[in-house]
Structures are given as structure tokens and as C-alpha cells.
């Protein structure tokens, strides 16, 4: 059984930073895309970051280009999202998500209904 736990959650201030994890368990994640997103209250969940595990590609949305980084540990199956130069706009909760995705050289898919599994969700909040 697959299960994804996200944490690193917290209160910052605009400017400040944090990092959110993803442990991964119930399988190899070899061949899977792990994907970040966020959801704020009455809107859709949105693509924030996403890693393929076997090549380390990346892609972000546009909103977090040069201030997230998302990266991976395979020894410890676990992904990143290290969040810097916050906003009050970054402010709602962050999930981790998995989608099998094992073709080389294949665009990381930014839409949740390619994603199996997902986590429960970490709350972040920015203050202004």
C-alpha cells in the first residue's frame, strides 16, 4: 500500500522560508513522477512542482519558478520542496502526489488526474 506523508509545514513570514517533505512508502518509486501541489479554499488544486524519481528531471508552475525547488532522496524516499522568498500568496495547504509516468524522456503531466496517490496535506502560512 502506497503511502505518501508530507510535513515541514509551519507560520513565516513574507520573505522566509521553508521546506516541506514527502516520505514515500509501500513501494520502489522508481518510474513514478512525484508531483507538489497546492489547493487554497474554493479553488482548484494547482500544479506547484514536480520531479521525476529515475531521472531528476523537474518542471514548476509558473507562480513558484525561481523560488521553489523541488528535489529527491532516493535512500531515504523521500521528496523536497524547499519554498523561499514566501508570500502571503503561497498561504493554503501543499500535497505530495504520485504518478506513474515510467517514459524516458516524457514531460512531467501537471494535471491531478494523473495522480494515484496523494498525501494529506501540510498547512502553510505566510504573514505578511
Known amino acids: 500500500q502506497v503511502q505518501l506523508v508530507e510535513s515541514g509545514g509551519g507560520l513565516v513570514h513574507t520573505g522566509g522560508s521553508l521546506r516541506l517533505s514527502c516520505a514515500a512508502s509501500?513501494?520502489?518509486?522508481?518510474?513514478?513522477?512525484m508531483g507538489w501541489f497546492r489547493q487554497a479554499p474554493g479553488k482548484e488544486r494547482e500544479f506547484v512542482a514536480g520531479?521525476?524519481?529515475?531521472?531528476?528531471?523537474?518542471d514548476y508552475g509558473d507562480v513558484v519558478k525561481g523560488r521553489f525547488t523541488i528535489s529527491r532522496d532516493g535512500a531515504k524516499n523521500t521528496a523536497y520542496l524547499q519554498m523561499n522568498s514566501l508570500t502571503p500568496e503561497d498561504t493554503t495547504v501543499y500535497y505530495c502526489?504520485?504518478?506513474?509516468?515510467?517514459?524516458?524522456?516524457?514531460?512531467?503531466?501537471?494535471?491531478?488526474?494523473?495522480?494515484?496517490?496523494w498525501g494529506q496535506g501540510t498547512q502553510v502560512t505566510v504573514s505578511s
Open positions: 520531479i521525476r524519481w529515475s531521472y531528476g528531471t523537474t
Open positions: 502526489a504520485a504518478d506513474w509516468d515510467p517514459a524516458y524522456g516524457a514531460r512531467i503531466r501537471t494535471s491531478t488526474t494523473f495522480y494515484d496517490f
Open positions: 509501500g513501494r520502489t518509486f522508481s518510474g513514478y513522477t
